[in-house]
């Protein structure tokens, strides 16, 4: 069976203009290349046939996501909502999870480097493929060309989730600049955590348009 997903990609969440005057953040610029209509797709197999909704984040997730990743034990900094993709229970507007794609410093000739954070599903919305249909239109934002980078536990279901979409393990100076400090204290606090398996930086590269 196959879940039909609402994709609704709004303006930040907010009622922006698909136009902006002055120099747009790169948040609008991940915005504005999805301001579009909604509009139906659909996901991979899940085993159990429901809909939901993909939205932009609105400042009024915030507090939901705060304690979402504290519980899950990621990084609570770097929160911002208008970077949040969220998907919802459409005809009850409940969250049932969401991600972040934070841009980074870029490091080469105009390309960028972006970081894919804060991938939850919430625990009564798991099994139902919403972490992979968000992460699937995150990374559908990235422009061609550009990196994308993650941390996550060297064992496990979203190590399995991230190859699956195309994701590998960096080794070495491969591992972007901005990541490297961030990966040596999540080593730690995640061994501190009861996960001896340590973690992991994965990365994938935004294929150029046909």
């Not at 705060?66 to 009850?92: C, H, I, Y």
């Not at 060297?154 to 990966?183: D, I, N, T, W």
Request: contains cysteine.
């Amino acid at each position: 069976l196959h879940s039909a997903i609402m994709l609704q990609h709004g303006c930040a969440g907010r009622s922006l203009p698909c136009a902006t005057r002055g120099q747009p953040s790169s948040t609008q610029l991940l915005s504005h290349r999805h301001c579009r209509r909604s509009r139906l797709i659909t996901s991979a197999a899940t085993g159990t046939s429901t809909s939901f909704k993909l939205r932009d984040g609105r400042d009024s997730d915030i507090g939901l996501i705060q304690k979402a990743v504290w519980e899950e034990r990621m990084n609570p900094l770097g929160l911002v909502a208008q970077r949040f993709l969220v998907a919802e229970d459409p005809s009850t507007s409940e969250v049932l999870g969401f991600g972040q794609l934070e841009q980074k410093k870029s490091e080469g000739a105009g390309i960028k480097e972006w970081e894919l954070r804060s991938l939850v599903t919430l625990k009564h919305a798991r099994g139902r493929g919403v972490a992979r249909a968000v992460m699937a239109a995150l990374l559908q934002r990235v422009p061609p060309g550009d990196r994308v980078a993650l941390v996550t536990l060297a064992s496990g279901k979203a190590r399995a989730l991230y190859e699956a979409a195309g994701f590998r393990v960096l080794q070495g100076g491969e591992v972007p600049g901005y990541m490297v400090a961030e990966f040596g204290l999540g080593s730690i606090v995640s061994r501190l955590a009861g996960h001896p398996e340590g973690i992991l930086v994965m990365g994938w590269t935004a294929p150029q348009q046909q």
